[in-house]
């Protein structure tokens, strides 16, 4: 199953995708009498997969709902209670910032949800950075509150994954590895979306290839096998000792960043997932 954040006359609903397009939460629930979501954030902290599922099956709905053939996206998640980003996870995006990949765990670092955007929302380039750069990332979202998850328990916990867009003030942590959390920190730095794909249909996620694009071009592209750390490693090892609320994510690291400049079109591939594009401005008028 894959669900959207969708703008639907100016209100923001959830998407769920079937056969010619994609039905909305709110159709759903009047032609069912539900009481679903509203919203993706309580889709996903309810767990609400099983019905959703359910009733895109419905042969009523699929024959009364109305569906959107162009869905305008919305940002995926607007609250997650925690936005937990990895680093440093492939050896190509240690290289890209002349470090030494870390041997026993990749870096980590909290970030807040003012940083969130969604797809084709501008990326603003902030005043204190000359450098900024963009990663392509695969997001999991966490499905349930866990503490402790043992690593064979950690598929369990999991909602579905997302494209992420983790944008990195490199300038600042080339000054000072310790201004991670800042360089990480600025508005429209994280952008979701458009769809988060249960894991049933997601499959084997060692084969999923991941790319970041910059105006058209790949700048960087390897495979969920060649991180140092797979995404349920992840799960378990940072849900130890600190809990990981329903609706959470984590972004699990990219092959490789591109600095991105005003103008540009940024995107991030992550197969079987999404394609994930926006454009980027400056916060500084740019000279005529």
Partial sequence: MRLCTVIAEGVED?????????ILLSEINKLLGTELGPSLDDVVIADQRSELSAAVRDPDVLRR???LEHPTFGPLLRRPPKLWGVGLNYRRHADDLEVEQPVEMPGSYLRGSSTIIGPGDHIVLPAQSERVTAEAELGVVIARTCK??????????VFGFTTVLDMTAEDAIRLNPRYI?????????????????????VGDLSTIRISTVVNGEVIATN?????????????????????????SVIATGT????????????????????????????????PA
């Fill in 223 to 247: 495979l969920v096998s060649a991180m140092m750390r797979d995404p349920l490693w992840q799960v378990s090892y940072f849900s130890g000792g600190m809990t990981l609320e329903a609706g």
């Fill in 181 to 201: 959390p800042w360089s990480k920190a600025f508005d429209t730095f994280c952008s979701l979306g458009p769809w988060v794909v249960t894991p049933d249909e």
């Fill in 255 to 286: 092959p490789g960043a591109g600095v991105i400049r005003d103008g540009d079109q940024v995107e991030a591939r992550v197969e079987r997932v999404g394609t994930l594009t926006n454009r980027v401005r400056s916060a500084v008028p740019q």
């Fill in 14 to 22: 959830v998407g769920v995708a079937v056969d010619g397009g994609v």
């Fill in 65 to 67: 709902a109305s569906r």
């Fill in 148 to 157: 402790d998850v043992a690593p064979e328990d950690a598929a369990g916990v």
